[in-house]
């Protein structure tokens, strides 16, 4: 087994809960033996579990811990010479009863929505990246990018190019580079959560495109403002998704850099 295979695993564990959670579980462990700091990680695994459970955390750490990213327009897009829009996938249901097969899960039908709009708006050809990520490698016998052809199916549109066999965001501009670059395309608007697409952004650009960043599904205020002080499934779920996106924007950083220096060496 390859480190990669570990990800999913150690990902869920740096993340929220897990993360406060055994934080939360190292308290009493040290309550016998240095009872002033076993009370003291208590209190703060306590109050990092409710803190990483609302809304209003998640809204003000993506405005900290990342790059901001404005939403573009349809007229801005035809106006940049652009050739083509690329979706990334989010992922897949394994299992979708209701339809008896796996089916897109609710991050990659909004990212396949708003490109189909654009497309209708813009009248640009469409390109999807995605195959089955780590955490499902070995579960699914659909990948995101078929799943994607379905969609746009239901939407009306037909996809140009379909990359079907990435991984994650670093395979995707590769692989779709590969595809597209085939056509001449260099020039590409790309869709994708607003905040993936600081990440998203450099890895294609990385592999030689020439990017728009046209983001969707932006972190912000979902109820009156003392609910978004209050634990929520939204909470949880937002403030898993900043964390992990600022995780993985170090990680990328620092292996540029080891690339970088890797580079110089004589």
Known sequence: MSLEDFKPALTALALPPASVLLLTLLGPLLLGYRSVLGRLILWLGLLGTW????????????????PTVAPVSAAQIKSQAIQAIVVLGGGMQRTSPEYGAPQLNAPSLVRVRYGAWLARQTGMPLAFSGGVGWASAGTLTATEASGAEQAFKEFGLNLRWAEDQ?????????????????????RIALVTHSWHMPRSVAAFEAAGFTVTPAPMGFIQPESRELLEWLPSNDGVLNNRTVIREWLGILMSNQMSQQKSQLGNTP
């Open 51 to 66: 803190a990483l459970s609302c809304n209003a955390t998640a809204v003000f750490l993506s405005k900290v811990l990342l």
């Open 166 to 186: 990435a991984r994650d965001t670093a395979e995707s501009a590769v692989l779709t580079r590969k595809i597209l670059k085939k056509d001449g395309v260099d």
